[in-house]
């Protein structure tokens, strides 16, 4: 089995700040915007209790993998005072299969697989677990 790349994701302390850098310096156009995001489900996915934050997925047309700012409003940090943090995004043909692998191996997933909308609006399986280092990985399963 292996994983395929889908998005990389960077936890911002300045939204605007960062839309200056990637959107206005580096030219990486707008996908989709989410703000006010919250709720119980994201909440579970990231491991932190009373998530509410806003999100924005840059993409270039000529690219297959998209950047995802996430800004970080309310709820536990996740051991990052500044709410700073980075994280990557893989796809992969089995979740189920990872997921029982991932737990047998004590590398300890945030929840249970979940079913949550993705930038485009269809639905995918996923889930995150944290690396030794603090290293996000989202594993996600596309709905075929």
């Given at each position: 089995m292996?994983?395929?790349?889908?998005?990389?994701?960077?936890f911002?302390?300045?939204?605007k700040r960062?839309?200056q850098?990637?959107?206005?310096?580096?030219g990486?156009?707008?996908?989709?915007?989410?703000?006010?995001?919250?709720?119980s489900?994201?909440?579970?996915?990231l491991?932190?209790?009373?998530?509410r934050?806003d999100?924005?997925?840059?993409?270039?047309p000529?690219?297959?993998?998209?950047?995802e700012?996430?800004h970080?409003?309310?709820?536990?940090?996740g051991?990052?005072?500044d709410?700073?943090?980075?994280?990557?995004s893989?796809?992969?043909?089995?979740?189920?299969?990872?997921?029982?692998?991932?737990s047998?191996?004590?590398w300890?997933?945030?929840s249970?697989p979940?079913?949550?909308?993705?930038?485009?609006?269809?639905?995918v399986?996923l889930?995150?677990?944290?690396?030794?280092?603090?290293?996000?990985v989202e594993?996600?399963?596309?709905a075929?």
């Amino acid at each position: 089995m292996s994983a395929s790349m889908h998005h990389v994701s960077i936890f911002v302390q300045d939204m605007k700040r960062a839309l200056q850098l990637f959107n206005g310096i580096l030219g990486m156009p707008i996908m989709q915007q989410l703000e006010g995001i919250r709720g119980s489900s994201i909440s579970t996915l990231l491991g932190i209790p009373d998530f509410r934050g806003d999100m924005i997925f840059l993409k270039h047309p000529d690219q297959q993998i998209c950047l995802e700012l996430v800004h970080q409003t309310r709820g536990d940090q996740g051991g990052n005072s500044d709410g700073s943090g980075f994280g990557t995004s893989l796809t992969v043909p089995d979740l189920d299969a990872v997921h029982a692998s991932l737990s047998r191996e004590s590398w300890h997933p945030l929840s249970e697989p979940l079913n949550m909308p993705d930038p485009s609006g269809r639905y995918v399986r996923l889930f995150c677990f944290r690396t030794e280092e603090g290293f996000m990985v989202e594993l996600i399963q596309r709905a075929d």
